[in-house]
């Protein structure tokens, strides 16, 4: 028997004398989520963990877009994931379910959707969990075990909802697809608990390695991991939901990701702040320099989102910056993050016979001439050196058009 399909926020009722009882609206149709969660991450614009203190940190500059319940994490290139700081109860022993919808951009290269990393110290090996996908179909390992895979995915870009489960009780780990059975198969050992961390998006072994090495291409949404195994009617009921997804209790807002102070020159091309925070129902965000409100100009954007973006720092910009997020059961103010601004910066001018200049700050602009480049797969951007960088990849690169001042008879390239 299916789960009951419930509204997608649940409400707190004060009945009689201080009574307070957990109410749903009949007219939604959210599903009420199984037992066992220990670890719910909705990616509503930020990694706060919607069931517990399992709160993730955003690696590498993944954004967060329209996904199949509310928000999802977009992965756009190597090295973009969340990291969830290890804890107890993220070590499961007898029994487990990793559980939520993907939407591959890529369904051949080896890509993990959650993974630890077994063992201890810089180079772990191993991993005591993980599901992933490789060569379009799913796969499910624990403890270094024969890969257990599914039927196959067959269409790149199109959301699919993915679960694993396991139980000491009947030894046998169970995949489904789009809530149905696919695959099980016997295993008769208990889970290793010495893994460090977990990650949501990329290989937990080669994220301890910092190099990015296969990375989830494309989006995902309420990632959820349980300490029991999910019957079939548990998972089938989550998959009917679609896109009304788990229901959420109430929640005020919470900062769970502080913003950082920043220290730029004066003219600097871009400074972010961003703030992670949770609250259910979802919040509005309100930036404040100095205790002032913020609105949207042609420097300024991100006022009302999670994350504030000035452009062309001027001195005017210095100040402290804080973001309230606010909803109906109340607010949360973040700490100030303070921004420097160098009035005497230590910058060369530029040499004579300048003829293009492409600085990557998010765009592929020549500030020095009009020979702007286009890219030719997904746009890519990572932290440079200066700024912002170009980060290019075997499957996608930068063109710039060919122009009599790019044929120069002497000439240097530098960068």
Known sequence: MNAPILSRFASLVCVGFGTLILAFDAAGDCVSPPTGVVGWWPAEGSAADAAGTNHGVVVGGARFVQGMVEEALEIARDGQYILVPNSDSLRFTNAM???GWIRPMDIYTDQHIVSTAGGTGPSPSGHDYF???????????????PLLTSAVITNAGQWYHVAATYSSADRIRRLYLDGVLVRQAPYTFPINTGHTAVTIGVNARNAAYADGFASFKGQLDEITLYSRALSADEIKAIYDAGSSGKCRLPAAPTIVTQPANREVIVGAIEADFVVGAWASPRPVYQWRKDGVDLV???????ATTPTLTLRNVQPQDAGVYTLMVTNALGSAVSDGAVLSVDMTPDCVPSPTGLIAWWPGE??????AGANNGTWSGTPAYSEGIIGKAIACHYEYWVVVSDSPTLRPRSFTIEG
């Open 97 to 99: 379910t990793i559980e």
């Open 131 to 145: 599901l992933n996908i490789v060569d379009r179909k799913m796969g499910f390992g624990i403890n270094g075990s």
């Open 296 to 302: 949207d100009t042609g420097r300024i954007t991100g």
């Open 362 to 367: 998010e765009n592929l602009e020549d500030i």
